[in-house]
Structures are given as structure tokens and as C-alpha cells.
């Protein structure tokens, strides 16, 4: 144990690294076995496998644009920088497992003194790639006056505390619907933003009260 922490502690021992699709794992996995267990031509097969998942992990970037917490207590935009959260202390353990996803050893409060995201007394605000932006509204008793007005083109509007429907062309994510769905990821599309749901991710589940998941939504 002595010698494990003197190792861990040394310069350059912990080396993060993005999560990545899991068929990169598949990849390897079975293009490892090849090189191990096959034959000649079963090796070749097994080496072009394994070049094909690093190849796949090196191009693919699986990491969402743009994360909120169940209820919109945290959100998490991603910057060249790196992921940027709107809030230092809440949802610690949350925000720890995104910055590892990402392959980030940043704790919250360095990654909540980046830029990249607006910060105010309502929530935040991110502005993803394509020009649209997402905005967190996490005041308890929301007005739908106020809310009408945020609710723009090319906008994404959560409100976790809102109860009516609002009129307008933004996407409005609300209520009871919006805790159901659980944690979101984002990503800009040409035409809008792909919206991904825990809910919907897990599907239904003994554990999860056979709830209706919210499918991935491009407006």
C-alpha cells in the first residue's frame, strides 16, 4: 500500500481520459482476443480491430454540449477551456462524475471560474455552437409573463418550477414532466438541439416505476 501511494502521487501518474462510445471497448476487447488467441489471419483481423476502435476513440467526442441536473439544479456547458459549471457547491457529486466523463481533473469551484457561461440570480445561461442557448430558470415561483418573454427562437427554457404551459416558439422544458425525465444532455444539431433524458436513456425498469422516458427530441 506504501509503495501503491508513492506511485499515485508522482507527477504525471494519473492520466485522464474522456469517456468515450462503447464501441470503442467492444472494438478492442474482441481485436485484443484475436491478437492473444487466434490464428495468423485471426491476428491480422484482431490488429485491425483494435486500430479501428482507437482510431474511433480518437475521432468520436461523445461528450454532450451541455448537461443539466434532475431539476435544473446544476448545468454544465462544455468550452475549449473545458466543462464549465454555473454553480461551485451544488450537486458536488454530480458535477465531479461530469468532470471525470470528460476526462477533466478539475475540481467544481475551477470549473465554475471559467468562462463560458452567464451566471445569475434566476440560474444560468449557455450559448451552444449553433447559435441557440439554453437557459436554466430555477426562481421557485416563476412568472409565466417573465417566462413568455425568454421564450425565444432557438431557445431552450427550462423551468423546473413552472406549472402552466407558455406561448411561444422555444423549446419549454417544465413541471412535473421535466422531473420525471431526470438529468438532460444537449447537443446542437443543424436544424436545432438534440435533447437526450435520463428517463429516456434508462428506459423502462423495474426500478424506475416503468415511468415513460423522455425520448431524445429534436425540435
Not at 46 to 66: E, Q, Y
Not at 179 to 207: F, H, N, Q, S, Y
Request: aromatic share 6%; glycine share 12%; hydrophobic share 45%.
Amino acid at each position: 500500500m506504501h509503495v501503491a501511494r508513492f506511485v499515485a502521487g508522482l507527477d504525471g501518474a494519473i492520466r485522464p481520459i474522456a469517456a468515450t462510445a462503447p464501441v470503442v471497448l467492444t472494438l478492442i476487447s474482441f481485436g485484443g482476443l484475436g491478437l492473444c488467441l487466434g490464428r495468423v489471419w485471426m491476428r491480422g483481423v484482431g490488429a485491425g480491430l483494435v486500430f479501428a476502435g482507437l482510431l474511433t476513440w480518437m475521432i468520436v467526442d461523445v461528450r454532450p454540449a451541455l448537461l443539466v441536473a434532475p431539476e435544473g439544479r446544476l448545468m454544465g456547458v462544455m468550452t475549449p477551456e473545458g466543462r464549465v459549471v454555473d454553480h461551485p457547491r451544488a450537486e458536488s457529486y454530480i458535477a465531479s462524475q461530469w468532470l471525470k466523463s470528460d476526462g477533466d481533473l478539475a475540481d467544481q469551484d475551477e470549473s465554475a471560474e471559467r468562462v463560458g457561461l452567464d451566471r445569475g440570480y434566476t440560474g444560468g445561461q449557455a450559448q451552444l455552437s449553433n447559435g441557440w442557448r439554453v437557459l436554466n430558470v430555477i426562481t421557485r415561483r416563476p412568472s409565466s409573463a417573465r417566462l413568455s418573454e425568454l421564450c425565444l427562437e432557438k431557445t431552450v427554457l427550462i423551468a423546473p418550477h413552472a406549472v402552466n404551459e407558455i406561448d411561444g416558439p422555444c423549446v419549454f422544458l417544465f413541471g412535473d414532466a421535466l422531473r420525471a425525465a431526470g438529468a438532460l444532455a444537449i447537443w446542437p444539431t443543424d436544424d436545432g438541439v438534440k435533447i437526450e433524458t435520463a428517463a429516456g436513456k434508462a428506459g423502462r425498469r423495474l426500478w424506475t416505476g416503468f415511468q415513460a422516458g423522455g425520448a431524445s427530441v429534436t425540435p
